[in-house]
Every structure is written in structure tokens, then in C-alpha cells.
């Protein structure tokens, strides 16, 4: 059997127990043998079992068994774990679906990640193996490159279709965060470093939206959304400490974040679909947006 085919056999075992949240050998076999890749055929035990261990080492998944009700769950050790195991299920789909679209390609249109082409592999594999990566960096702000930037990598993070990569800028001594497809010329170097025992990559982003990461206190945020927008934001959260209250024409979405550009610019993107109840700054920071945006058509 191809990898491949191993593969999308991964991937159905673990949708289907997460799907389920906790099911039997026996409950998974019944559904195994109705999946087209199984013929009607049975999926013997000595096989699943070592299909666990491939799942185990690939995907970093432990899929473990209730010994008291013989039930198999997919054992997550945080929400974020639990999300990149999603996102890494998600594009392994999608990859298998998009070999069977190749005839209609024409019609299917898909969001364009720069980002994931050139780099990504490098920098992963530089977070593998704690080295460093140096590299020239691009920034909007700027029309002169910066050469010889020199990073530790800690963490990888995807937004509106962006790879960045945040770490240690050895010459600054200060934690930044680069866009992949501004960076240039990025080269992994021979040596080593030891990642901070105290630094904890979940901690640093947990009242964080965006990629803008500082030490600025977190608010807790109020936010009015009409009857339309509440259903958006019950299917794809703001933010992992969404919270909601449930009124007769529209919900009140509760926050504890860092304010921030990437926010407010989240915010303006729904239109007069949300409105920001609290803190006071946070709706002064879309007001004075939201003015200097009218100014530019009067």
C-alpha cells in the first residue's frame, strides 16, 4: 500500500474518533468497513494498533483507551494542541480532495498563502533543532532592508493567511516576530540555543489576537453583536476566551485580550454588525480609525 493511501487511512482514524469523541473498536470496525479505502473489510486489531503508533509520531497525537469502557479517545494536552491537530487534519484533506479536483481545477478557487512556499520547512526545521536563522527582512515600514538579523526561533503562527515566525533577535536581546514572505536570503546557522526553561510559547500568545505580542495588560472586552454576527461568532470565535450571553435580537461577546491594532482592524471588518460596549479605549481606537477612514472620502 502507497503512503499516501496509509496516510488518508491516518487521517480518517483520527477524524472519526475525534468526531465521536469516545467510540469502541468494534463501533469504529462498523464504520471502517462502510469507508470506501476498506473494501467492506474488517480492520483487524494487531492492524489498528499499529496505525496508533503512526498517528502517534506523525501527527503527535495519542489516540488512548478507557480501560474501564473500551472506548478509544484522542488524548489533547491543551486548546492549542487540539487546534494544530485540526489544522494539521484539515490541510491533509485538503491535499488528498484537491488530487481529485485536478479535472476542474478552473473552477475552484483557492486564497493564496506567499508565505508557506519558500521558507516554511526551513524554519521548522530550524525550531527541530534549535538553530539559529539569519536572514534580511523587508519590513512595510520601511524602504531599506535589514540585513544580518539574526533570530532564535521559538513558535510559528498562521494569521489572515500569513506565516510568522516570533523569537529571540539576538543582537536586540528583545522577542519579534517576522512575516516569512518578507524575509530574504534565510540561512540556518551551525549552532545551537536552548530555549528559556521559563518561556512558554501558549502562555505568550494566550491574550494575544493577531501577531502583535507585548507586554501590555490584558482587558477584558465587551462587545454587542447583532442577531447575523453572533451566528458567525459562535461558528469561528474572535478569540479563545469568547465568551457569550444570549439576548432576544443579539448577544453580548465578552474578551480577556490585549488591545491592539489587529483588533481593531477584526473589529471594523464586520461593519456595523459589531459594536464595542468596553474598556473606553478600545472604542476610542476604533473611533479615531473609523474617522480618519470618513476623512479620506470627504
Not at 468497513?33 to 503527535?60: C, M, V, W
Not at 534549535?130 to 531599506?144: A, D, E, Q
Not at 536570503?185 to 507585548?214: H, K, Q, R
Not at 454588525?273 to 468596553?278: D, I
Amino acid at each position: 500500500m502507497s503512503r499516501g493511501n496509509l496516510f488518508y487511512r491516518y487521517i480518517w482514524i483520527l477524524d472519526t474518533i475525534k468526531s465521536r469523541g469516545r467510540i469502541t473498536l468494534k463501533e469504529l470496525n462498523a464504520l471502517w468497513q462502510k469507508a470506501p479505502f476498506s473494501d467492506g473489510n474488517p480492520l483487524p486489531r494487531r492492524t489498528f494498533f499499529h496505525y496508533r503508533e503512526e498517528i502517534a509520531d506523525i501527527f503527535k497525537v495519542d489516540i488512548e483507551c478507557d480501560k474501564v469502557t473500551f472506548e478509544y479517545y484522542i488524548n489533547q494536552e491543551s486548546r492549542h494542541n487540539e487546534s494544530v491537530t485540526d489544522w494539521m487534519l484539515n490541510s491533509a484533506a485538503m491535499s488528498d480532495m484537491m488530487v481529485d479536483v485536478r479535472e476542474i481545477s478552473d473552477r475552484v478557487f483557492m486564497e493564496d498563502v506567499p508565505s508557506a512556499r519558500q521558507y516554511l520547512s526551513l524554519v521548522v526545521k530550524a525550531m527541530k533543532e534549535h538553530r539559529r536563522l539569519t536572514f534580511t527582512y523587508s519590513p512595510y515600514s520601511r524602504s531599506k532592508a535589514n540585513t544580518g538579523v539574526v533570530i532564535e526561533p521559538y513558535f510559528l503562527k498562521i494569521f489572515r493567511q500569513r506565516w510568522y515566525v516570533t523569537g529571540l533577535n539576538v543582537k536586540d536581546g528583545k522577542i519579534k516576530t517576522y512575516a516569512l514572505d518578507r524575509m530574504q536570503d534565510v540561512l540556518m546557522n551551525a549552532g545551537t540555543f536552548t530555549m528559556p526553561p521559563s518561556f512558554d510559547a501558549e502562555e505568550f500568545c494566550s491574550t494575544a489576537f493577531g501577531i502583535v505580542f507585548s507586554q501590555a495588560e490584558a482587558k477584558e472586552v465587551v462587545i454587542r453583536a447583532d442577531a447575523r454576527h453572533s451566528k458567525y461568532l459562535r461558528t469561528l470565535p474572535l478569540h479563545h476566551s469568547q465568551q457569550e450571553l444570549v439576548h432576544d435580537s443579539y448577544s453580548v461577546f465578552t474578551y480577556r485580550l490585549q488591545l491592539s491594532p489587529d483588533f481593531v482592524s477584526e473589529i471594523l471588518s464586520h461593519g456595523p454588525g459589531l459594536t464595542v460596549v468596553s474598556p473606553p479605549e478600545l472604542r476610542a481606537m476604533v473611533i479615531t480609525n473609523l474617522k480618519e477612514t470618513l476623512a479620506n472620502y470627504e
